[in-house]
């Protein structure tokens, strides 16, 4: 598998890990209220990030070259920076809005950086 793909898969289960956990710690204590950090967590951390894994996997000739490493770090510092930010926002934090704000368009430079390996000439 190729490194870019190994990367995605490791913080992909980190964030599935720190998903479920946020999810256990709402169904326990029976407040919901994080719940969009816990969906966006788990469908862009967990969800999304194993997909571009599994594409890179199924195409090696993608996966080279420093696009699709700096794709992976674009991206995954987005969610980084949007996810505590959305937790903490949905808990009442309003001052933290900008940086929901910021890391979410972090996370669409990293889908734009996707889109241009995807549409890139096969070599
Ligand atoms: C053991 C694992 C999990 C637990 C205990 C859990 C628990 C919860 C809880 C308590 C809520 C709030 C429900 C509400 O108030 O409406 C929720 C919402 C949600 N969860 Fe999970 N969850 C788990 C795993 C996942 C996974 C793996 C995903 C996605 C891949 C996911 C996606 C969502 C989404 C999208 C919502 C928001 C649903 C809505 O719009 O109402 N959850 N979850
Ligand atoms: C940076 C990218 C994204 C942004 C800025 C974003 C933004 C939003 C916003 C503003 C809402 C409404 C929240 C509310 O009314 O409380 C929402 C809800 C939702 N989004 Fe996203 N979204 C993003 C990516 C995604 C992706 C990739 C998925 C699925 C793979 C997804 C699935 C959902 C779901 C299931 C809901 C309903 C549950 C919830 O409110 O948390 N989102 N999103």
Do not use: C
């Not at 964030?15 to 719940?35: K, Q, R």
């Not at 794709?71 to 808990?91: E, H, K, R």
């Amino acid at each position: 598998m190729p490194q870019v793909s190994q990367l995605f898969f490791k913080t992909a289960t980190v964030f599935f890990l720190l998903g479920i956990i946020m999810g256990l710690h709402m169904g326990i204590s029976g407040d919901h209220s994080a719940f969009p950090a816990h969906a966006h967590l788990n469908l862009l951390g967990w969800v999304s990030s194993a997909i571009f894994g599994i594409y890179y996997a199924l195409n090696p000739a993608k996966a080279a070259g420093r696009l699709p490493i700096i794709q992976f770090a674009v991206y995954t510092v987005g969610i980084i920076v949007m996810i505590p930010a959305l937790y903490f926002l949905s808990l009442g934090n309003t001052a933290l809005e900008p940086f929901v704000g910021i890391g979410s368009f972090i996370v669409f430079a990293g889908v734009l950086l996707f889109a241009a390996v995807v549409f890139s000439k096969q070599t």
